[in-house]
Each structure stands twice: as structure tokens, then as C-alpha cells.
């Protein structure tokens, strides 16, 4: 596998599917290296000894997931605070759950009756949905009339782009993956949103799906890089292909696999797992001061970033 | 033991479902019995009037790993996609086997359809016996119902590609009947259930499907599922092995059934047995 670059986004051609750009041919994939997942394992087995020694023996393992490393790289100060605050309900996050549960039934089902109806129902039967529904049952009838039609807009773009998945496929929605590191002192873990293709028998088989109903956002590759690796842990071969798949515009970032991409991913899972080691182990967290002070829910007890929303208001 | 995967996984699994069982003599597994009843007797004697113990993989796994949970009051059981996935794959898988659906989604949409014909025909009263999901589902709506379609695509789609079924000597079960076995003149009652369950050299083989990843505990709770079935098979004999799979994690354990893993797997039912008839005697003390 060498060097990889991500494909130039662009709008899903409807006609040509997004489905033949990500699973492509037999013939563009690669032969799994065989000592390369054990080898990812190792790497990060030996590379989190000492933070994991450091640990306390309570029981409770360090998770690391996609949230946790993007929050503990930017700021541990931020990712402690965030940790210990429960996420505010609010109209993008209602957003991004419908339009997983539209996303979802229609790759399932291929048929969606009534895009609100659907997404709430759905939402109303998942384990955690129950303070969602009770959000979204308390908008006014102009947020509720607002997000309907941001949903219709989604949808469309959903529909247009994806065909309802051939069996062989062996589409798989929201597939968790898990990856526990040093006797599971250390777990990393994720969801999938969509993965295509069955397991591999030599060649490099599985596309990874990430649904996104935001902005396109820079950690959103690191993301992906990510389940890369988790999957190919998990595995023992590395997925194929794995995508973003932007629900506001239709914009389909496709980049296949390479090794330039799992280990980016396994250094900053390395980084990560470190710090979360460390916090865990009762270290006070660092604090970085970032742009993204002024929207920590830490920053009320945090000079160091007050000083830099301030510097950053005077500026 | 911990099995080491090689690609293609499905085919590294199945070689250790299918490989060689040695037998186990009759009288050892008699002796096993014998030693169960005894010690589990007065155990079950001590249960507070009128409570029955169902002992099954569940309360044995908060029996080991979170004991201090066995005194709370259970909450009531709701029906969600995750609850129903197991119920609604393994049948869908049944029927991908049979070749009698183009894959583990379209199977699914056909289970699940015939259980809202079921549900129906149960509310007509013909006589017909609905798995216990099937009126829940048929009540949701579409969103609600393609949730629960999405989940048990998935969790069908995880066991369908985890083994090489052509390699599997029939007859190969997937779901089939739980196992049970009662305390004789107690009220303490074992249960277990395996997701696939073959036969190698007169032995059954099971495969059961766990979900987050394997740990310190898991061994046991394999071995749990390996005795109950021993003890429920009568005169049948006990199971040869039983293959753990974590499809999340994509690990296997393999726990290789012989006379010392049985008596091993005793000694832990024993010991689970006694925490949970503490906390009912705690919970009754309670008055919860």
C-alpha cells in the first residue's frame, strides 16, 4: 500500500452511484498484508505500557473514542469538562439524529413514508432517544416547520445518491466496533454509520461509511482514519474504502486505505490514549488554550482560556 | 483459549467448531449430576418462600462480574431494536441457511413480516403462537419498525459471515430451543441458549454470540452455557465445545468441554447460585 490522497469532493453522480465509487472493482483491491494488523496491535500495545502501568486498578477501563481524541488533543482541560457535562439537546444535534435514522431505514428498507414521522419513531424505539423525542416534542411550531423542511432537504439528497443496497452487499448500519488494548485496560471503540461488503477472505473487502448532516469539518478525515484502523484491528485487514457522505450537499469524500492513513490514525490514537491514561490515573489536565475556548463548557473555571477569549475579543 | 484468526476468519472459526471432539464417558457426566444436585440443594432450599430462580446467562454474568447487583429490583422489560435483534437474527440466519432469502437483510424483512402475520393471526385467535416480539413490532410505526430492521440486519449479518456454513456437517440449528434443566423438588431452574449448535463426532458443538468484547470473565460464562446444556441433554452427552464470538470486537474464545472444565464450571454455578440466593434472602429482608 502506498501513499494515498483523498479523491476531490464532489456531488454524487446520481446515475453513476456512489456505491460503484466505493466498492470499485475486484481488481483495485489490494492483498491484505498479513502481519499488519498484529503489527497495528503491537505498536500500540507497546507505545501505551507505560501510561496503562501508570494506572489505577478500579476496574474501569479507559475509553477512547472518536469524541475523546479529538477533545483530549485539543485541550485535556476541555475533554475533562466536556466528559462530565451531559450533551446539550439542540437543533443541529436533532439534526444529525434524524437524518442518521432516515439514513439508516432508508439503506435498510429503501422506502421512508414520512421523513419527520419516521425519524422520531425511530428515535422514540432506541435506547437513548427518549430526550430527544422530548426535545423535539417541545419546539415551537416554526423551529419544528424549520427543521422539517431541513430534513426534506437532506433526505433528498439521500435518496438521489443511494440505491437500496444489492444483498451482497452485506450492508451493515450503525456496526459497533470495539478494541480492547493491554487486557482491556484500554478499549478503544466506535460506531459505524454504514459498512459494505463482506469480511475479507485475502483482499482488502469493506467500505466504511460516515454520515455527516454538518458542515464539512477537519477532523471528520481524522475520524474515518480512525475506523480505518479500529476495523482493521478488528479484522485483521484494513477496509478498502471509507467515506464521508455529506447529507447537506450530496458531496461523497471517497479515499481509499493506505498505510500513511493507519498509522496517522495510530499516532494520534497513541497521543490520545496517553493523555486519557494519564487523567484517568488522577493527573490534573493540561490546559491548552484554542479558538474553541470561548465554546467550552469548562471555560468558567479556566483563567487560561478566559485570558484567550478575551485576548481573541480585543484582537 | 484464545483463538488466533487468520483470513478468511469465517474458515479459521470453522475448522475449530468442526475439528475433533474427544469423547466423554457417561459416568463422568453422571457423577457431575449427582454432584450439582447435592450442592445446589441446599442452596435452593434456603430460597425465601414462593420465589423461583431462573438462573440464566444474564443473571449468571451479574452473578460474576457485578454481584452487588443481584439484590437491586430488576426493572420491567421494554421492548427496543437492540432487545429483539437476537430473536429476529437468528431466525433470519435460519433461514439464509436454508436458502430461503438472498441474504441477512432480505431475510430479515420476511421474519419480521411473518411476524406481523403472526401477531395478527394470534390476535384472531387462531391458534397461532407468536414470537414474543412480534406484537410490539407490528404496533410501531414505519421509522420504528425499520429501526428494528436495521438492528437485526446488522446483528444477522455479523453471525451469517462469521462462519463457513458449507463446512458445517448438518444438521446445523441456528436459535432452536433454549436448554432448561430443574433442580429436582427445588425451585431453582438453569437456562442457557446457544446461537448455532452442531454436531462433531456425536458431541454438540455450540457457538454463542456475545456483544462488546471478550474479558477476564468470559471463560466462565462460556462454561455456564457448556454445563447447563450437559445437564439439560440427559442422557444425551454434553457438549464437546462451545465457540465464543464477539463479533464487535472480532474475537473468538474457544472453551474445549472436558471433565475438569465441567467440574470447574460446577464449582462457579455453585458459587453464582449462592449470590443470588443471598440477595433475595436481602431483598425479602427488604421487604423489595
Known amino acids: ?315 | 483459549m484464545a483463538l488466533t484468526l487468520s483470513l478468511p476468519r469465517a474458515s479459521t472459526v470453522t475448522d475449530e467448531m468442526v475439528a475433533s471432539v474427544p469423547d466423554l464417558e457417561p459416568d463422568e457426566l453422571q457423577r457431575l449430576r449427582e454432584r450439582v444436585v447435592s450442592e445446589l440443594t441446599p442452596l435452593a432450599a434456603e430460597l425465601p418462600e414462593g420465589v423461583r430462580l431462573v438462573l440464566d446467562g444474564y443473571r449468571y454474568r451479574v452473578a460474576v462480574r457485578a454481584p452487588e447487583h443481584c439484590a437491586e429490583r430488576a426493572g420491567p422489560f421494554i421492548p427496543s431494536p437492540a432487545a429483539c435483534r437476537r430473536a429476529v437474527g437468528v431466525v433470519a440466519v435460519d433461514r439464509c441457511l436454508r436458502r430461503r432469502a438472498a441474504g441477512p437483510a432480505d431475510a430479515v424483512a420476511r421474519v419480521l413480516a411473518a411476524g406481523v402475520e403472526d401477531a395478527q393471526r394470534t390476535e384472531d385467535g387462531d391458534g397461532v403462537r407468536a414470537p414474543w416480539w412480534a406484537r410490539w413490532y407490528a404496533e410501531l410505526g414505519p421509522g420504528g419498525r425499520a429501526a428494528v430492521a436495521a438492528e437485526a440486519t446488522t446483528w444477522a449479518t455479523q453471525l451469517w459471515t462469521a462462519l463457513a456454513w458449507e463446512r458445517i456437517p448438518p444438521p446445523v440449528v441456528v436459535g432452536g430451543r433454549d436448554d432448561w434443566w430443574d433442580l429436582p423438588g427445588q425451585r431453582l431452574t438453569l437456562r442457557s441458549r446457544a446461537e448455532v449448535r452442531a454436531q462433531v463426532d456425536r458431541r454438540a458443538v455450540l457457538v454463542v454470540v456475545v456483544s462488546g468484547a471478550p474479558d477476564a470473565t468470559s471463560r466462565s460464562e462460556l462454561s455456564f452455557v457448556a454445563l447447563v446444556s450437559a445437564l439439560a441433554g440427559g442422557a444425551r452427552s454434553a457438549p464437546g465445545r462451545v465457540l465464543g464470538l464477539w463479533p464487535a470486537a472480532g474475537q473468538v474464545r474457544v472453551v474445549p468441554v472436558g471433565a475438569r472444565a465441567l467440574e470447574v464450571a460446577a464449582d462457579e454455578l455453585v458459587a453464582a447460585t449462592a449470590t443470588w440466593v443471598d440477595a433475595l434472602i436481602e431483598q425479602r429482608g427488604r421487604g423489595t
Not at chain 1, 107 to 136: H, N, Y
Not at chain 1, 172 to 201: K, N
Open chain 1, 1 to 315: 500500500m502506498g501513499v494515498t490522497m483523498c479523491e476531490a469532493a464532489s456531488a454524487a453522480p446520481p446515475g453513476q452511484g456512489v456505491v460503484s465509487r466505493l466498492r470499485g472493482t475486484s481488481a483495485e483491491r489490494p492483498e491484505v498484508d498479513a502481519g499488519l494488523a498484529g503489527g497495528l496491535r503491537d505498536w500500540l500495545e507497546d507505545g501505551l505500557s507505560e501510561a496503562v502501568a501508570a494506572l489505577p486498578d478500579d476496574g474501569n477501563p479507559v475509553r477512547v473514542t472518536k469524541e475523546a481524541v479529538n477533545q483530549v488533543l485539543v485541550c485535556e482541560a476541555h475533554f475533562v469538562a466536556s466528559r462530565d457535562v451531559a450533551r446539550p439537546m439542540s437543533i443541529e444535534l436533532a439534526r444529525g439524529l434524524m437524518v442518521d435514522a432516515l439514513f439508516r431505514q432508508w439503506i435498510t428498507t429503501g422506502d421512508i413514508a414520512d421523513p419527520w414521522e419516521d425519524a422520531v419513531a425511530a428515535l422514540a424505539v432506541s435506547s437513548d432517544g427518549a430526550e430527544m423525542t422530548a426535545f423535539l416534542s417541545s419546539l415551537g411550531a416554526d423551529a419544528r416547520q424549520n427543521l422539517r423542511g431541513e430534513l426534506a432537504t437532506h433526505l433528498e439528497r439521500v435518496t438521489s445518491s443511494w440505491p437500496h443496497p444489492s444483498p451482497s452487499w452485506m450492508a451493515r448500519t450503525q456496526e459497533r466496533l470495539i478494541v480492547p488494548l493491554a487486557g482491556g485496560q484500554v478499549v478503544l471503540s466506535g460506531v459505524i454509520d454504514l459498512a459494505l461488503g463482506t469480511p475479507s477472505s485475502g483482499r482488502a473487502s469493506v467500505c466504511i461509511v460516515e454520515v455527516k448532516s454538518g458542515r464539512r469539518r477537519i477532523e471528520h478525515r481524522g475520524d474515518l482514519h480512525l475506523y480505518a484502523l479500529l476495523e482493521t484491528l478488528r479484522s485483521g485487514a484494513p477496509p478498502f474504502r471509507i467515506a464521508t457522505f455529506y447529507t447537506a450537499t450530496g458531496e461523497l469524500d471517497v479515499e481509499p486505505v493506505g498505510r500513511d492513513a493507519l498509522t496517522s490514525a495510530l499516532h494520534r490514537v497513541l497521543a490520545a490514549g496517553q493523555r486519557l491514561c494519564r487523567l484517568h490515573s488522577g493527573a490534573e489536565p493540561q490546559r491548552t488554550p484554542n479558538p474553541l475556548c470561548a465554546h467550552c463548557t469548562g471555560l468558567t473555571a479556566c483563567p487560561a482560556g478566559q485570558k484567550r477569549v478575551k485576548e481573541a475579543a480585543g484582537a
